[in-house]
């Protein structure tokens, strides 16, 4: 176990050397950019609960290149009226998704730094601040502008591997952006959690999955360093016409906070069942517990988990939440303070 263990962590360094060691000339990528294929053989790595040995950890490695190989190019420093952030381009035409935080409001010029130096003007389109998606448009974009696929299946499931690919203070000479490498926590309604770090000026820039395809855009920082929280690409889509008109929505225009209560669960038989409690959250220090049913929220009776997640995403963070909860046949109530996501 020790001997794999070592293995692991050469292999783990070889990893961050991928996301570290490239230079601008190493930029270069196809014009039409497709999903990676992913060999049957790492996909059952992938899938299964964790890597069993060093042969495993060899084609995560493997696959985990190809993927920063595909997505590095179109991964970008943002600039807006002085604020820096991250975002990544997804079509030839110079669409780039962002988190709505970082643009504010449509009609702001904006500049995009891309990792092979060059400075693109470009303009702030739509900004949904309920869920923390935003878009910019490159103006006259190149022949040549890299670009990312966009993940077009089903939502991510907790367990997925993820990539996140941020650039914190923008573009620093002989050196690529960040990467890290996790795995999926939980998601809700309009917020994805992973455990991949993200830090200042992350904000904005691409989650990926292991096909290279954008899943996800950087949101915020999470009260713990393994908690960290996206804006799932289903926000985008589902509201993707009214970004690229330049529309802005929600009701914080520029406050990034959401309030969290820190739980997951299901809907069953018209209960909000609880699945999972995260340490250090709201509902881990009042004591909730996995298994838990949540009967009411503030003496109202809720009939299923997305009612839960509905009433907490119109909350603001440091507020209180009374809920009524069922445990082994008794009953309750417990007091939880809900915390943002900054």
Same mark, same amino acid.
């Given at each position: 176990?020790?001997?794999?263990?070592?293995?692991?962590?050469?292999?783990?360094?070889?990893?961050?050397?991928?996301?570290?060691?490239? *230079?601008?000339?190493?930029?270069?990528?196809?014009?039409?950019?497709?999903?990676?294929?992913?060999?049957?053989?790492?996909?059952?790595?992938?899938?299964?609960?964790?890597?069993?040995?060093?042969?495993?950890?060899?084609?995560?490695?493997?696959?985990?290149?190809?993927?920063?190989?595909?997505?590095?190019?179109?991964?970008?420093? $943002?600039?807006?009226?002085?604020?820096?952030?991250?975002?990544?381009?997804?079509?030839?035409?110079?669409?780039?998704?962002?988190?709505?935080?970082? $643009?504010?409001?449509?009609?702001?010029?904006?500049?995009?730094?891309?990792?092979?130096?060059?400075?693109?003007?470009?303009?702030?389109?739509?900004?949904?601040?309920?869920?923390?998606?935003?878009?910019? &448009?490159?103006?006259?974009?190149? *022949?040549?502008?890299?670009?990312?696929?966009? #993940?077009?299946?089903?939502?991510?499931?907790?367990?997925?591997?993820?990539?996140?690919?941020?650039?914190?203070?923008?573009?620093?000479?002989?050196?690529?952006?960040?990467?890290?490498?996790?795995?999926?926590?939980?998601?809700?309604?309009?917020?994805?959690? *992973?455990?991949?770090?993200?830090?200042? +000026?992350? %904000?904005?820039?691409?989650?990926?999955?292991?096909?290279?395809? $954008?899943?996800?855009?950087?949101?915020?920082?999470?009260?713990?360093?393994? #908690?960290?929280?996206?804006?799932?690409? %289903?926000?985008?889509?589902? +509201?993707?016409?009214?970004?690229?008109?330049?529309?802005?929505? +929600?009701?914080?225009?520029?406050?990034?906070?959401?309030?969290?209560?820190? $739980?997951?669960? #299901?809907?069953?038989?018209?209960?909000?069942?609880? *699945?999972?409690?995260?340490?250090?959250?709201?509902?881990?220090?009042?004591?909730?517990?996995?298994?838990?049913?949540?009967?009411?929220?503030?003496?109202?009776?809720?009939?299923?988990?997305?009612?839960?997640?509905?009433?907490?995403?119109? &909350?603001?963070?440091?507020?209180?939440?009374?809920? &009524?909860?069922?445990?082994?046949?008794?009953?309750?109530?417990? %007091?939880?303070?809900?915390?943002?996501?900054?």
């Amino acid at each position: 176990m020790a001997r794999l263990l070592r293995r692991f962590r050469a292999i783990w360094i070889l990893l961050v050397l991928a996301g570290l060691a490239g *230079t601008p000339s190493s930029f270069a990528q196809p014009a039409n950019p497709v999903s990676l294929e992913t060999p049957s053989e790492t996909a059952a790595v992938l899938s299964a609960r964790s890597p069993r040995n060093a042969e495993d950890l060899r084609l995560i490695q493997d696959q985990l290149q190809r993927v920063i190989k595909q997505a590095m190019p179109a991964t970008v420093a $943002v600039e807006i009226r002085g604020a820096a952030g991250s975002g990544v381009i997804v079509n030839r035409e110079g669409l780039v998704l962002t988190a709505a935080h970082v $643009v504010g409001r449509a009609g702001r010029r904006a500049w995009v730094e891309l990792p092979d130096g060059r400075r693109l003007a470009g303009r702030s389109l739509g900004a949904n601040h309920d869920v923390d998606a935003g878009m910019i &448009k490159i103006d006259n974009p190149p *022949t040549d502008l890299p670009f990312a696929p966009v #993940h077009e299946g089903p939502e991510l499931e907790p367990g997925e591997w993820v990539v996140t690919i941020g650039q914190p203070g923008g573009v620093m000479e002989d050196r690529a952006p960040p990467v890290r490498f996790g795995r999926v926590l939980f998601r809700g309604e309009g917020v994805l959690c *992973t455990d991949c770090k993200l830090v200042g +000026g992350d %904000s904005g820039g691409p989650l990926f999955n292991m096909n290279g395809e $954008v899943v996800g855009i950087h949101s915020s920082i999470g009260p713990m360093l393994t #908690h960290n929280f996206h804006v799932p690409i %289903s926000a985008f889509h589902s +509201g993707w016409d009214r970004l690229v008109k330049g529309e802005v929505w +929600g009701g914080r225009f520029d406050d990034e906070h959401r309030a969290l209560l820190g $739980v997951r669960g #299901h809907t069953e038989e018209g209960r909000c069942v609880i *699945t999972q409690v995260f340490p250090g959250m709201p509902a881990d220090k009042v004591g909730m517990e996995e298994g838990d049913v949540i009967l009411a929220v503030e003496n109202r009776e809720i009939g299923g988990f997305e009612e839960l997640s509905r009433i907490v995403a119109h &909350k603001e963070p440091g507020d209180r939440l009374r809920l &009524k909860i069922e445990r082994d046949g008794e009953i309750f109530e417990l %007091s939880a303070e809900l915390v943002g996501t900054d």
